[in-house]
């Protein structure tokens, strides 16, 4: 059941809905990480899967960084993220990128209410188109922000206030879908009413208003039930 974390309240009516992509909407993190596990092998630097799960939820440049940091090399973003995302493409060649149960039911639902919605997320803008095209989320995301759109990738709050803008809404009257704790201080910051559903990491206490363990626990509990059929 989802748990109340702060007294802040949620906004009434909800003005727009800002989801995450990955390990939100797309159950790619699994994915993503026995893909940068196989892409440092290549590169000849190993990284542990303690290691990995360090990096959940933040941008390539950022990755990098720590990884260079935690290896004592100097590879640059470019090359880490193309052994990456060749990995990771080659997990979803055959069958596509999954994606998280009754995330299209929720976008098709708040499309039918016209309630607006919004993608904002850490991976550059092409790659993310990519991966929902290639998902049951095709055609479904009306807004997209990528990193590479704003100024800092999360926990800064640029890609949140920069949907919120897009969709014509003040962060404070909208709610937020995240799974990680890089996103949810970064949803939080902006000012929105933030909802946590963990993924490849439990939650930190504090960051997020309400923490719930699917998207339709999260959903339900912003008053946003939608049909999973």
């Known amino acids: 059941m989802p748990a109340d974390m ?7 009516p909800i003005a727009a809905v800002i989801f995450d992509l990955d390990g939100l909407l797309l159950d790619t993190e699994r994915l993503a990480l026995e893909a940068g ?3 440092m092998a290549e590169l000849g630097h ?8 360090t990096l959940v939820g933040a941008d390539a440049q950022a990755n990098a960084a720590r990884i260079n940091a935690h290896l004592g090399t100097d590879y640059d973003a470019a090359r880490i993220t193309s052994a990456w995302n060749a990995a990771l493409d ?9 994606v998280k149960p009754g995330a299209p039911g929720f976008l098709a639902d708040l ?9 904002a997320t850490n991976s550059h803008t092409a790659n ?11 055609g479904q995301v009306p807004v997209l922000v990528g990193v590479d759109q704003v100024r800092a ?3 800064a709050p640029d890609v949140y206030l920069e949907a919120a803008r897009r969709l014509g809404v003040a962060p404070r009257d909208a709610v937020a879908f995240e799974d990680s704790d890089l996103g949810a201080r970064a949803a939080r910051t902006a000012g929105l009413f ?32 939608f049909e999973t059929s």
Request: net charge positive; charged share 20%.
């Open 90 to 98: 080659r997990r979803t060649a055959v069958a596509g990128v999954p």
């Open 46 to 53: 190993p990284l542990g899967q303690a290691f990995l799960l």
């Open 153 to 155: 990738g999360k926990p």
């Open 111 to 119: 499309a039918r209410r016209g309630l607006p919605f919004a993608v």
């Open 194 to 225: 933030v909802v946590q559903i963990p993924d490849a990491t439990r939650p930190s206490p504090g960051l997020a208003h309400m923490v719930a363990e699917t998207l339709g626990d999260g959903a339900r509990a912003v008053g946003l039930a």
């Open 6 to 12: 702060s007294k802040r309240t949620l906004p009434a």
């Open 128 to 138: 993310a188109e990519s991966k929902i095209e290639r998902s049951a989320l095709a």
């Open 37 to 39: 596990a196989e892409a």
